[in-house]
């Protein structure tokens, strides 16, 4: 705590977590040239070092962290996994959307004996234009 004004404030201690974050942050900015490898060694020697948010924020400060944190593989690959996640989600609920439409259309053929026009075409089609655009975009993202 320090007395500043006649106000006291409190200034966040840091623990192991958030300076190996800040390590792994640096070793991005490294590996993309935004520091050089005598920088990053000060720089990780300082985030070991810190005691509080103050001293991993001036670590930090001059580096875009935004952009860091965006172009971390891991975080990449996660993305990656999450849209083919949804992407299988999306066709099982397109499966079963045919698979239910088909079977209303075959009980109400079997007991009418009507089967001249096939009307789940017209679900089966939107549903197959929005999975189209599901998938086009997922298969360019994750490639």
């Given amino acids: 705590m320090s007395e500043l004004d006649g106000m006291t404030t409190t200034v966040a201690r840091v623990g192991d977590r958030d300076r190996e974050n800040t390590a792994e942050l640096l070793s991005h900015a490294l590996a993309k040239g935004y520091i050089d490898l005598a920088e990053y060694d000060t720089r990780v020697q300082a985030a070991f070092a810190a005691q509080n948010a103050e001293e991993i924020r001036r670590v930090l400060a001059d580096l875009p962290v935004d952009h860091l944190r965006r172009s971390d593989p891991r975080r990449v690959a996660a993305r990656k996994q999450a849209a083919r996640v949804s992407l299988r989600l999306h ?12 079977a209303v259309w075959s009980a109400v053929a079997l007991t009418t004996g009507e089967t001249a026009y096939f009307w789940p075409v017209w679900p089966i089609l939107g549903g197959a234009i929005g999975l189209l655009g599901h998938v086009l975009p997922v298969r360019t993202f994750c490639r």
């Fill in 91 to 102: 066709a099982a609920g397109y499966l079963a959307m045919v698979t239910i439409v088909v």
